[in-house]
């Protein structure tokens, strides 16, 4: 079935949520609705935006009773629509998609969303083929960009781990948000949740890399950052 998305991050994400408290999300890709029930597991009083490029998935799985909102489109538009430049969200949601959009319009979108979210919180395989004829999934579920820690360079303040094919990366934005990505990376990290095996079994306990490089000055002796931290 299409519109699945691999469970290994789960509990970490809700973790997270909880961390960030986010009043307004942007789901993109929801397929399933998976995220929305991991955001009703960490008990958000939220607005949540499912954008969605697969019209089918809508009523297929119930996304209007999940979501506060649903969109169809492709998320790699949203750079160039003007009704776009001015939406925020606290934190948005790229879970097990990126990977289905060519390596420049994924990148145009992060850049796009750091501008305008607190939290970027994107979750992509690496290593993964899977023949979407031969399964009878939708052409949107190809992979067909690679994506690592080292497309995220360009960031200024990220966190990532992997386990098997599976990765997270953490991204801070723009936007204020009430919890440091420092002091979220250092609470997930002092009272880990267990991560699973693609199979489901558990693997062992999470643990997030901060990439972080300084947006600091100097005033009268006393630095300061210019940078949300």
């Not at 469970?7 to 960030?20: A, F």
């Not at 954008?51 to 979501?67: A, G, H, M, S, W």
């Not at 992997?162 to 934005?173: A, D, P, T």
Request: net charge negative; proline share 5%; aromatic share 12%.
């Amino acid at each position: 079935m299409s519109g699945m998305s691999a469970n290994v991050y789960d509990e970490m994400i809700i973790q997270l949520l909880k961390l960030i408290q986010p009043k307004r999300v942007l789901d993109i890709g929801p397929g399933q609705g998976k995220y929305a029930a991991l955001m009703a597991q960490a008990e958000l009083n939220a607005y949540t935006v499912a954008l969605e490029i697969d019209p089918t998935y809508v009523d297929q799985f119930d996304l209007r009773n999940k979501y506060s909102e649903v969109r169809i489109g492709d998320a790699g538009d949203l750079p160039y629509l003007p009704e776009a430049r001015n939406e925020l969200f606290d934190c948005v949601l790229i879970g097990d998609c990126i990977e289905h959009m060519p390596k420049s319009r994924g990148l145009d979108l992060l850049n796009f969303l750091t501008y305008r979210s607190g939290y970027i919180i994107v979750v992509a395989p690496e290593f993964s083929y899977y023949d979407t004829a031969a399964n009878n999934f939708a052409h949107t579920e190809s992979h067909i960009s690679v994506w690592s820690e080292y497309d995220f360079q360009w960031h200024d303040r990220f966190a990532y781990m992997r386990s098997e094919i599976m990765q997270i990366f953490v991204l801070r934005g723009y936007q204020p948000s009430s919890i440091a990505l420092d002091q979220a990376v250092g609470a997930i990290n002092a009272n880990p949740p267990r991560l699973k095996l693609l199979s489901g079994e558990d693997l062992k306990p999470a643990h997030l890399e901060l990439r972080t490089r300084a947006r600091t000055e100097f005033l009268n002796g006393h630095s300061y950052a210019y940078r949300q931290m």
